[in-house]
């Protein structure tokens, strides 16, 4: 039988070569998959104790780190039924079709850019902003005198102070020392 007749072998070889291209693809997809799942489980181990996001951002960025933690198992397992093909219990070959595969393998892809996605927009929780703060300072002027409070707007070239007699303003010129203190007495 020549190789170009109907029925001869060449398709056959053909489709196992395809398969076997697709395999070590999705053999080197699963490596970089592993690497995924070891991104966010790196996220959630690394994330803060007193993170000053509000409550609401701290249960979403949760809710996206499991969802990337389910979306990046879910792809492992869908690569690696490519990446790794196992026979049946009775023994028949359990390798589904190229175009099938390729479809496994396109799914799974697309699955780790989204675990990818999920586990970013859910560590960016981690950088919201600090409130500002509202620590008391001491500050001494030249001429000995000293006030206490926390610092509140003022005009150009001066310190405000909020104290228990009022707001009070300190030329710069005019300012010894100012520290942070823990409490004013």
Do not use: K
């Not at 070569?17 to 395999?23: I, V």
């Not at 509202?134 to 707007?153: D, F, R, Y």
């Not at 150009?156 to 520290?179: C, D, E, F, L, Y």
């Amino acid at each position: 039988m020549e190789p170009s007749e109907p029925g001869s072998a060449r398709p056959v070889v053909a489709a196992a070569d395809r398969l076997e291209e697709l395999s070590a693809s999705a053999r080197g997809w699963h490596t970089i998959q592993m690497a995924v799942l070891g991104f966010i489980g790196i996220c959630g181990v690394l994330r803060t104790a007193d993170s000053s996001a509000p409550r609401a951002v701290q249960w979403l960025a949760a809710a996206l780190a499991v969802a990337a933690l389910a979306a990046a198992s879910l792809a492992i397992f869908t690569v690696g039924r490519v990446a790794y093909p196992v026979n049946d219990a009775d023994g028949a070959n359990a390798l589904p079709p190229a175009g099938q595969a390729a479809a496994r393998l396109r799914a799974g892809i697309r699955l780790t850019i989204v675990a990818v996605i999920l586990a970013v927009i859910a560590a960016l929780s981690g950088w919201w902003p600090a409130p500002a703060s509202t620590a008391a300072v001491a500050v001494t002027a030249t001429s000995g005198q000293a006030w206490c409070g926390p610092l509140v707007n003022g005009p150009a070239g001066a310190i405000s102070v909020r104290t228990g007699n009022g707001v009070v303003t300190v030329p710069a010129q005019a300012v010894a020392q100012v520290h942070p203190v823990a409490q004013c007495p």
